[in-house]
Structures are given as structure tokens and as C-alpha cells.
Nanobody, 124 residues
Framework: QVQLVESGGGLVQPGASLRLSCAVS????????MGWFRQAPGKEREFVAT????????DYSDSVKGRFTISRDNVKNTVYLQMSSLKPEDTAVYYC?????????????????WGQGTQVAVSS
């Protein structure tokens, strides 16, 4: 059974950085394209970033482009989300997700496996 476990969330001040990790078990992560999504209170889950299984192709939402970087280490079976210049509007529960096939996607419905989420709060 595939399991995804996120870590690295926390409470930070505006302008700070955080790195989220998503550890994949049960199957090698190179079988999957991976994505990061987030959900703020009272809002729908939204796309943040996605990465091709090789790591050669990435895509980001406009709201995080230039500030966040998605990467993966297929040897460690882990995917990362480096977040910089954090803003209060980045506050949300962040989820990683896995989908079969090499190409990443911004659509939640295309992901088969989801982690339980990690909370990120940005506040002064």
C-alpha cells in the first residue's frame, strides 16, 4: 500500500522560508508524478506545484511561481517543496499527492494517493 507522509510545516513570520518533505513508502516514487496542493480554512484545495517523475519538468501556480521550488530525490523516495518569501496568504494545510504516469498535473482528481497534510502558518 502506498503511503505519503508530509513533514516540515510550522509557524513562521512573513518573509521566512520552510522546506516541506513528502516521504513515499510502499512503492518507489519514480513510478509517480508528484504534486503539492494546499487548503486554507473555508477554501477549496488548490494546486501549488507538480513535478514529472524524472524531475525534468515542473509547473507552479501563479501565486507561488518564483518563490516555491518543487524537487524530488528518487533514491530517497522523497519529494520536497522549498518555500521562500512566505506570505500570510500562504497559510494552509499542505498536501503531497502521487499520480501514476510520468507527467505532472494541476488537477486534484488526477492524483490517486494523498498524504495527511502538514500545517503551514505565516504570521507576524
Amino acid at each position: 500500500q502506498v503511503q505519503l507522509v508530509e513533514s516540515g510545516g510550522g509557524l513562521v513570520q512573513p518573509g521566512a522560508s520552510l522546506r516541506l518533505s513528502c516521504a513515499v513508502s510502499g512503492r518507489t516514487v519514480s513510478n509517480f508524478a508528484m504534486g503539492w496542493f494546499r487548503q486554507a480554512p473555508g477554501k477549496e484545495r488548490e494546486f501549488v506545484a507538480t513535478i514529472h517523475w524524472t524531475g525534468d519538468d515542473t509547473d507552479y501556480s501563479d501565486s507561488v511561481k518564483g518563490r516555491f521550488t518543487i524537487s524530488r530525490d528518487n533514491v530517497k523516495n522523497t519529494v520536497y517543496l522549498q518555500m521562500s518569501s512566505l506570505k500570510p496568504e500562504d497559510t494552509a494545510v499542505y498536501y503531497c499527492a502521487a499520480r501514476f504516469g510520468g507527467r505532472g498535473s494541476s488537477m486534484t482528481g488526477e492524483y490517486r494517493y494523498w498524504g495527511q497534510g502538514t500545517q503551514v502558518a505565516v504570521s507576524s
